[in-house]
């Protein structure tokens, strides 16, 4: 009977888990940026999916089914009042606000808490990332002045992170962090830039009514956060009121999208000492007899719910629970609703497209190699370790993938044959890039043994 009980007793010892470690402050960013990049990794393969899936489609005897579905009107009537658009409409001004409101969350956390806090550790991806968008616009305009596909100047500027990411994912370990933070952070000062043009240079007229509804709507949000509200349905309501008066305003309704996440806070409601002393507390209870009331149970296992859901910051359990539903399911749909082009070779020559090929492939590159020489050379930054001036001219190739949003200023810039250039274009060059990024990454990286 004593050697049942001893054995019993060492395996119970032998599986209780060992303590954990204690964590260090810089695993708070460091873990949200593992997981960010593993989805993004992963993300992207779906996303090259769907759009070969739509290329495929719209150079089939399908394709006039398939071009047309998207066109399906979608929609309410209340008395004489209409809300009816297409079905990509809904995508694109629609489903991608969640997007944008991604993007928004993204551009908060790294101003606060990541690499975009300090000036000085900012000033490499920031200058890096204004080179990556003046000179393809730049290259862009001199291509394209004064013709009918001027307005499409702003095609070139963006970087798709989702395929950055899941080609240097394709490299596994023999790629510096350091490197996919640079390309990380670019993005995201690609992705500002990008919603600034969207808001000012694509926006034709104004309903200053309309506007000034969705202001107030910003206002009433700033007051529920101020007094103390925090949920998330009525978030969530007023929310739509915004993107509704945006809308109809004449602002591009994805530009609510980043207001709120924007405004979404980035610290958490209860402290981790506050959620501490409920669990000793919970402890006590559940020895108690107080377990046995019913009413009481439910009331103070609530409160505990509450207390560990709002340990996490609203922008971070907002982020963990959307960012997955933008990777595999909002980023794809818009993709397989906006990549259907029809591939015909005499389009490849087409100005448009060479002019967006020129600017993603060429200007991407220099711009960002240039003004980060410029930064390093004036002491205002410097290359991080493990990222050599061919490794980051091998990055800036890689920044040249477009696409997502690259698509999306396209179809707010034109519509029939120029859009359609304009997205052989997007395509063309995204491709080019990832393979000449690839391969200068590939001859300079050093194989891991």
């Not at 409409?89 to 300090?118: A, P, Q, S, Y």
């Not at 000062?189 to 910003?218: C, E, K, M, P, R």
């Not at 061919?390 to 190739?397: C, M, R, S």
């Amino acid at each position: 009977m004593d050697g049942f009980t001893d054995t019993t007793m060492s395996n119970q010892t032998n599986q209780d888990p060992s303590p954990d470690l204690p964590r260090e402050p810089i695993q708070r960013l460091t873990e949200p940026l593992a997981r960010f990049l593993h989805i993004e990794a992963a993300s992207g393969v779906v996303l090259l999916a769907f759009t070969l899936t739509a290329i495929v489609l719209a150079n089939s005897p399908y394709s006039s089914a398939f071009l047309s579905f998207w066109k399906t009107p979608v929609g309410f009537s209340l008395g004489g009042f209409e809300f009816i658009h297409s079905l990509k409409h809904w995508i694109n001004d629609g489903l991608m606000v969640i997007f944008f409101f991604v993007v928004g969350l993204e551009i908060k956390r790294e101003m606060v808490l990541g690499e975009l806090r300090d000036m000085r550790t900012a000033a490499l991806p920031l200058t890096a990332a204004i080179g990556g968008m003046l000179v393809p616009a730049t290259i862009y305009l001199m291509l394209q002045w004064d013709q009918a596909g001027q307005r499409g100047w702003a095609i070139p500027m963006a970087t798709d992170i989702a395929f950055v990411v899941g080609c240097l994912a394709l490299l596994g370990s023999r790629v510096p962090n350091s490197l996919r933070i640079l390309l990380l952070s670019l993005a995201i000062v690609d992705d500002i830039g990008a919603i600034l043009v969207i808001a000012i240079g694509y926006t034709s007229s104004l309903n200053l009514s309309f506007l000034a509804l969705g202001f107030a709507g910003i206002g009433l949000i700033v007051m529920m956060s101020r007094v103390g509200i925090r949920s998330t349905g009525m978030y969530t309501l007023v929310g739509i009121g915004i993107w509704f008066a945006f809308h109809e305003s004449g602002v591009h309704a994805t530009i609510a999208g980043v207001i709120l996440g924007l405004l979404t806070p980035v610290h958490p409601w209860v402290s981790e000492d506050t959620l501490d002393s409920y669990t000793q507390k919970l402890r006590t209870f559940l020895k108690g007899g107080g377990w046995q009331d019913h009413q009481e149970r439910h009331t103070f296992l609530r409160t505990v719910e509450r207390a560990t859901r709002e340990t996490l910051s609203p922008l971070e359990r907002l982020e963990n629970m959307l960012h997955p539903w933008v990777g595999f399911v909002i980023m794809p749909l818009f993709a397989f609703a906006n990549a259907g082009v029809v591939m015909e070779m005499g389009a490849l020559t087409d100005s448009v497209a060479l002019a967006v090929a020129a600017g993603l492939v060429i200007g991407k590159p220099l711009g960002i190699v240039l003004l980060s020489w410029l930064a390093v050379r004036m002491n205002l930054a410097r290359l991080p370790q493990g990222v050599s001036w061919g490794v980051l001219t091998a990055g800036g190739f890689l920044a040249g993938i477009g696409f997502t949003m690259a698509l999306f200023i396209a179809g707010l810039a034109f519509d029939g044959a120029l859009l359609d250039a304009a997205k052989l274009g997007v395509l063309s060059a995204s491709i080019l890039s990832a393979v000449v990024g690839m391969t200068l990454l590939l001859r300079l990286l050093p194989r891991k043994t």
